[in-house]
């Protein structure tokens, strides 16, 4: 093991805020908070990427999360009736499917986690530059025609929400 | 050590930018009216709206406060004299701005007031534009220094500063940095003409006085990410690098706050649209020119 104790307490400690967050967002009644509250899970979830010495992908899930969770909020403003939470509005839905969902999803994370073979644990982390060269070349190499076809489906999606969103102009002439 | 010097100067700087636009707002130079000022807001009643969300409420003045600080850890001001040289330190200075926002939309949120809300989500609006005219500028300046590292960054310029290598890019940065630090005329969140005071207008006492000193910082850092990117960091002949440092950043900032008072406030309609159609295609075309440039003739 190249890890300190620090490192390790420090995972646990951010891998526990992040599974309390999550916890907040269906505890809390209103939407901001829920929002916010998962925006500081996925934070949580960057600095264990960071104590982890991937610096290059926590630092960039840090940034797009504060971005993206932000976004989230405000279409749940616009959208719900009642984003405040004044009237105890209740995060979850469909409970029995949920549970049943996240149990065995929990499972199948385990079972990955415990069966799967890891191979060797690395000794030495490559250096921060390296890692980020590294990620590119695996992003334009070998995983592009992923990649590039998510970033169209996502393109795709935005432009046909913006389209959904922006009333007709008869409407608006009204 | 370090870290002691780059908070004095970080300090120093807040007050220098706090007298600045006392004498620009108040019209009368004064040396103590920022710390007369500080002092009284420390002393008032600390005024708490009807129905808060009080988390919200609480956190949000003392995240930006956090927030700038952590900008500010990968500001090089001299060779060597920086907390930490992260070898994406340009992305994670975009990280922590990102979290201006999130300060902002909490601020807004938090003290229950329609001005507060509107201000904080107003803020969203412009941000998820301005963004890209952060972000897209600073990979055009990574492309030429081939580092994410803001000491590389400060380094690759020593042959010609990125003012004069992507002028495109450095219009549009100093732009949206003076977005991010909602200085005017892009004072939209707290614009005083429609929103008397946005996020501001309900923090009263030793909370609106963290909430001013973390815009100081923002200010500041938005003028040394500027300088870093942009003017060469601490590169500069004579003087030794730390005072040029100093120079540079704190003349970029008070060009932000005399230059933005000449002009009226935007229109935010205006300014959104400017910032998606004009600014964008400019920052990619930017990134474009310097990807030529970098190609063809390597200064």
New interface residues.
Partial sequence: MTGSFAQVFFLAFFGAAAVWFGIVVFRTH?M??SA?AL?FSQTAVGVMFLLMQA??LG??Q??MM??E???M??FM?MFMMDP?GMGAMEMTHQKRLSLWAGGIGLVGALAVIWLAEWGPVALSVP???DQ?ADLGRELLGRSMFIFQSAGLTILTAMVAATMVAIAPDEERRQ | MTIAIVLFSLAAGAYFIAVLESWLIHGRFSLTRPAISALALLGRESVLARTPDRLFFETAPVLLLVVGLLAAAVIPLAPGLIITDLATGALFLNAALAYVLVALIMAGWGPNGAFAMIGGWRFLGQFIAYAMLIVMPITAVAMRAESLSTVDIVQSQAALWNIAYQPIGFALFVVAAMGLAWLPPLDLPTGGGDLAGGFEAEYTGARLAVLRLARLFIILVMAGSTVTFYLGGWLGPWLPPVVWSAIKILAVAALMLIGGRMLPRVREARYLAVSWKLGISLALTNIFLVGVIALVVPI
Wanted: hydrophobic share 70%.
């Fill in positions: 209103s901001v908070r916010i925006l610096e290059f630092v960039l840090i940034m504060a971005t969770m932000s976004v909020a405000i403003v405040g250096a921060a530059a980020t």
